[in-house]
């Protein structure tokens, strides 16, 4: 392993046996930790070759056993984001519409949240289940959601949780193996993936979101899967919530037809395109499928058999999951316009609260979490309530709170309205400018390497 860790750090490329030497300790456990960690670290530092990419996807993919024939049509990742749920909506909307999904979800990395983590808040969800039983449920149900078995690609399972405790997650190549080679062991013919792009994403540029988006592609392509990427807005946390329990409440909003904007717009937008690859119909013919299956509660009727599927409660989801018990509001001290928002620090705020982990071994509350209403552009008047925190002690909803007013930047308005300053004026103008380029969720969709 001593030699194996040296030639990644002199940026010297791995042979197939190597390869495979590495893998085989992530899957059994025989190299310790500390030495796994210090590969990642040298990953991460000098990066890796495509071919070395290539192999490492395949090894990991197989490393429970063969991939199986597809259990589902159409597949979907996302790279991490604040406030993510949308797994929590497109798994039964778009099989809802016919094409199955057959989905492996992960944790949360960082100050980014999980989707398991998020299910698991729904008392008694089932994450944890064998291929044969994936298998009969997508059968019955069109839809699963599950987390990495032994049977399913197991070295990514210990990967994606070292990555998480030091420091290697916003690695492409790392991310790139740890993503595609989940959806190859999956089986799924057809992939949509949706890379996240601002300061609350692991991409905070769009230069380095697409050469991931490409890598993805290429990986896909080289192993003959259709993949198909779109990047997608993370310079503010996606709808409101940002937590476990409280997200869940806020997916089914979004399920009955309701829920933030953005949020809805996401999700019509992602499902598109996988209704689109996973039934040969054109983008356009699919939203409006998508649309009217929001609207018409045929999404929230399959949520709930789904859930139900897989032991879950579902009186539990019909009305909210219940939240910590103290609750602390942001106000607006004055009449002002959201400039900017930090997202990773807003990420980290639900991630003290303990809504994510802080090492390997932390318990996830499910209850704690944040309502952050602002956006950029948006005018609150003074009383106006910002953001929400749920938390287990006052204490802890005070920190929470000045976290959140040390990520939210805000604009005085009187200086436009009253003294009409230029400067708060070009300010203003700004923030209403980033406003209105964020209409639409979709920076870029990329549909080959060549891009």
């Known amino acids: 392993m001593i030699d194996l860790i040296e030639k990644t750090r002199d940026g010297v490329a791995l042979t197939s046996d190597e390869v495979r030497r590495l893998v085989q300790g992530?899957?059994?456990?025989?190299?310790?930790?500390?030495?796994?960690?210090?590969?990642?670290?040298?990953?991460?530092?000098?990066?890796?070759?495509?071919?070395?990419?290539?192999?490492?996807?395949?090894?990991?993919?197989?490393?429970?056993?063969?991939?199986?024939?597809?259990?589902?049509?159409?597949d979907k990742h996302s790279t991490g984001g604040v406030g993510d749920k949308t797994t929590l909506i497109l798994a039964p909307l778009v099989s809802c519409l016919g094409v199955p999904?057959?989905?492996?979800?992960?944790r949360g990395l960082g100050h980014?949240?999980?989707?398991?983590?998020?299910?698991?808040?729904?008392?008694?969800?089932?994450?944890?289940?064998?291929?044969?039983?994936?298998?009969?449920?997508?059968?019955?149900?069109?839809?699963?959601?599950v987390t990495q078995t032994d049977e399913l690609a197991p070295a990514d399972k210990r990967m994606y949780a070292l990555r998480d405790v030091t420091a290697?997650?916003?690695?492409?190549?790392?991310?790139?193996?740890?993503?595609?080679?989940?959806?190859?062991?999956?089986?799924?013919?057809?992939?949509?993936?949706?890379?996240?792009?601002?300061?609350?994403?692991?991409?905070?540029?769009?230069?380095?979101?697409?050469?991931?988006?490409?890598?993805?592609?290429?990986?896909?392509?080289?192993?003959?899967?259709n993949v198909r990427a779109l990047l997608t807005r993370m310079d503010q946390p996606l709808g409101f919530a940002i937590g476990n329990a409280i997200e869940v409440n806020e997916a089914r909003q979004c399920l009955q037809g309701g829920g933030p904007v953005d949020l809805r717009e996401e999700v019509i937008e992602l499902a598109s395109h996988m209704v689109s690859m996973g039934r040969g119909i054109t983008v356009d013919v699919a939203r409006r499928e998508v649309i009217d299956a929001l609207d018409q509660g045929r999404a929230w009727r399959q949520f709930e058999q789904w859930i139900a599927?897989?032991?879950?409660?579902?009186?539990?989801?019909?009305?909210?999951?219940?939240?910590?018990?103290?609750?602390?509001?942001?106000?607006?001290?004055?009449?002002?316009?959201?400039?900017?928002?930090?997202?990773?620090?807003?990420?980290?705020?639900?991630?003290?609260?303990?809504?994510?982990?802080?090492?390997?071994?932390?318990?996830?509350?499910?209850?704690?979490?944040?309502?952050?209403?602002?956006?950029?552009?948006?005018?609150?008047?003074?009383?106006?309530?910002?953001?929400t925190a749920f938390a287990r002690s006052e204490e802890m909803a005070r920190q929470a709170v000045e976290r959140l007013k040390a990520a939210i930047t805000l604009v005085d308005v009187r200086g436009v309205r009253d003294e009409r300053e230029m400067v708060v004026g070009d300010r203003m103008g700004q923030a209403m400018g980033s406003l209105r380029s964020s209409e639409s969720p979709v920076l870029d969709t990329i549909f080959s390497a060549d891009q």
């Open 26 to 74: 992530f899957t059994d456990g025989s190299i310790p930790d500390y030495q796994l960690a210090a590969w990642l670290m040298a990953a991460y530092l000098k990066g890796l070759s495509d071919d070395e990419v290539y192999l490492l996807t395949d090894v990991v993919a197989t490393s429970g056993g063969p991939t199986t024939s597809s259990l589902g049509v159409v």
């Open 101 to 106: 999904v057959a989905k492996m979800s992960g």
């Open 112 to 145: 980014t949240g999980g989707t398991l983590d998020k299910l698991e808040s729904i008392p008694g969800y089932r994450i944890y289940l064998t291929k044969e039983e994936i298998a009969a449920q997508v059968a019955h149900l069109g839809i699963a959601v």
């Open 168 to 225: 290697t997650v916003d690695s492409i190549p790392l991310i790139a193996i740890s993503v595609m080679s989940k959806k190859l062991a999956a089986g799924s013919p057809n992939i949509v993936l949706d890379v996240k792009v601002g300061n609350g994403a692991f991409m905070s540029s769009l230069p380095r979101a697409k050469e991931l988006a490409r890598m993805m592609v290429r990986i896909g392509k080289h192993h003959g899967r």
């Open 309 to 387: 599927g897989q032991g879950g409660d579902v009186s539990a989801v019909v009305e909210d999951l219940p939240l910590a018990p103290y609750r602390l509001n942001l106000v607006a001290e004055r009449t002002s316009v959201v400039q900017s928002i930090n997202t990773y620090a807003i990420g980290n705020v639900a991630l003290h609260l303990g809504a994510g982990r802080h090492q390997l071994e932390d318990t996830i509350d499910p209850g704690v979490g944040l309502l952050c209403y602002a956006k950029v552009g948006q005018v609150y008047e003074r009383g106006d309530v910002i953001a």
